[in-house]
């Protein structure tokens, strides 16, 4: 049995890092912009931790669908998800790729209170963070428990990593 040896080196990511908004709007950029490099967030005493993927959650506040981006904004402030319309098949309210086939109850520049995670490529920090989104899912259905919990999750994920 022979290896097939793979000549291209493929760049590798880490797994998502749990962050809040706010997390990043004070983060260090790490590369050029745009780049999808990826942060450096400062988690306090002298400790930070290097992210490019994020998992964030937070409230849907508005969709434009025309520019394929979402608002949301978890207890930290706002933060902007771009390629909505781009996200690969997995949930099925997802599959066509389309946000409003997920939340059907959204029109063009209308607002909600959906509460959904997404997972994601940091493009910007400062002044609004921006992640290109890879996945995204409605959690609404149990929004309240997923609310009091996003905290606690990520800063014991981050306790970790860091």
Not at 2 to 9: A, D, H
Not at 21 to 35: K, M, Y
Not at 107 to 129: F, L, R
Request: hydrophobic fraction near 40%.
């Amino acid at each position: 049995m022979s290896k097939t040896l793979n000549t291209t080196v493929e760049r590798k990511r880490p797994p998502p890092v749990k962050v809040l908004s706010g997390q990043l709007r004070t983060a260090e950029n790490w590369g050029t912009a745009d780049s999808g490099d990826g942060c450096v967030i400062r988690l306090g005493r002298g400790r930070s931790l290097p992210v490019s993927l994020v998992w964030m959650q937070g409230t849907v506040l508005e969709v434009q669908l025309d520019r394929n981006t979402v608002l949301l904004m978890d207890e930290t402030g706002t933060f902007a998800v771009q390629g909505v319309n781009n996200i690969p098949k997995g949930k099925p309210c997802l599959s066509q790729g389309v946000v409003y086939l997920c939340f059907p109850d959204l029109q063009k520049h209308s607002k909600s209170g959906k509460y959904v995670m997404v997972m994601g490529v940091i493009q910007a920090v400062s002044p609004e963070p921006v992640i290109r989104a890879v996945k995204m899912a409605d959690l609404s259905e149990l929004a309240a428990l997923h609310r009091r919990m996003w905290k606690l999750e990520v800063e014991d994920l981050q306790q970790v990593l860091a």
